[in-house]
């Protein structure tokens, strides 16, 4: 069988399996944004591959001298200005869209990203948990309140919550930063529930949310890949779409949307 038809006869399944399911689940990973030109982090041509994995004590760092922090984060130095330009400059692609139309069929319940580029919101998907933060959004680490980016003005730095007085920061979740309780909570809640769960675009090799495809196993639900590589997960899952999450997950949805209709 070539690899086309294998690929045809593994979204038929798919959508198959998501057609009948009662509750789905996205997991998307830095995959799912290449398409968009944000560079993943790991395998060929990920930001750690070339630059190297980066200091896991970063939230310890921040705690260290939140000042200099944020005058660094301000100024748009140090190792991660690839990433934010990228980040800056990207729009959704049709993977994002094709996400959002499976919600808007009902086919779709939540999707739990790992990505900080808002770039699901921008498709118009609603039912999202950002479980690394946002960048566009800041956060209290105190009383973890939230505010878009562009109505926080930054007056002083570190910023202070005017809320509780507490020290905000970015959204985005630093390595060695614990998840914030709310977004791991509904990560949790969403899991329990699933019964298919979409990996798409992820290694697999990150907790806690590596995690989450492990325990929808274990409760007796249904796994599938949608990556163009091997991934630590890929043996637990049922279905495999061995392919580019912004080629597939449109074939997915149309096949997907047909099948409801029928
Ligand atoms: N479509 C689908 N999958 C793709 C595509 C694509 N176009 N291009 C690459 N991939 C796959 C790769 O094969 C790889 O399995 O996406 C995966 C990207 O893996 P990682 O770079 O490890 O990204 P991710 O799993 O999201 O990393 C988890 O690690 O560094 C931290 O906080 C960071 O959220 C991130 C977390």
Same mark, same amino acid.
């Given at each position: ?18 057609? *009948?399911? +009662?509750?789905?689940?996205? &997991? ?11 560079? @993943?982090?790991? $395998? ?97 680490? *105190?009383? +973890?309140?939230?505010?878009? &980016? ?11 919550? @005017?809320?509780? $007085? ?97």
């Amino acid at each position: 069988m070539t690899s086309e038809e294998q690929l045809e006869e593994a979204i038929e399944a798919a959508a198959r399996l998501v057609v *009948a399911s +009662n509750h789905v689940v996205a &997991l998307v990973g830095a995959g799912h944004s290449v398409e968009s030109g944000i560079p @993943p982090f790991r $395998g060929p041509g990920g930001l750690w591959t070339k630059f190297g994995e980066p200091d896991m004590l970063g939230y310890q760092n921040f705690m260290r001298d939140p000042k200099k922090w944020w005058e660094e984060t301000l100024s748009g130095t140090g190792a991660m200005r690839e990433l934010l330009d990228a980040l800056s400059q990207a729009k959704p692609n049709p993977g994002h869209y094709a996400l959002a139309e499976l919600e808007q069929m009902g086919q779709l319940q939540h999707i739990i990203t790992q990505n900080i580029d808002n770039l699901h919101q921008e498709a118009g998907s609603t039912a999202i948990t950002e479980i690394h933060g946002s960048r566009v959004k800041l956060r209290c680490i *105190a009383c +973890n309140t939230r505010w878009p &980016l562009d109505e926080f003005p930054i007056e002083e730095v570190p910023p202070k919550c @005017p809320q509780c $007085g507490g020290m905000v920061k970015s959204d985005t979740v630093l390595f060695g930063e614990p998840i914030p309780h709310d977004a791991l909570s509904e990560c949790i809640r969403q899991t329990r529930m699933c019964d298919c769960m979409l990996l798409v675009g992820t290694s697999g090799v990150v907790y806690p949310a590596a995690g989450f495809p492990q325990d929808v196993k274990m409760a007796g639900g249904r796994l599938i890949e949608i990556n163009p590589n091997e991934t630590a997960l890929t043996t637990l899952c049922d279905i495999i779409l061995r392919a580019l999450a912004g080629t597939s997950l449109p074939l997915l949805v149309e096949r997907v949307r047909q099948l409801a209709a029928a």
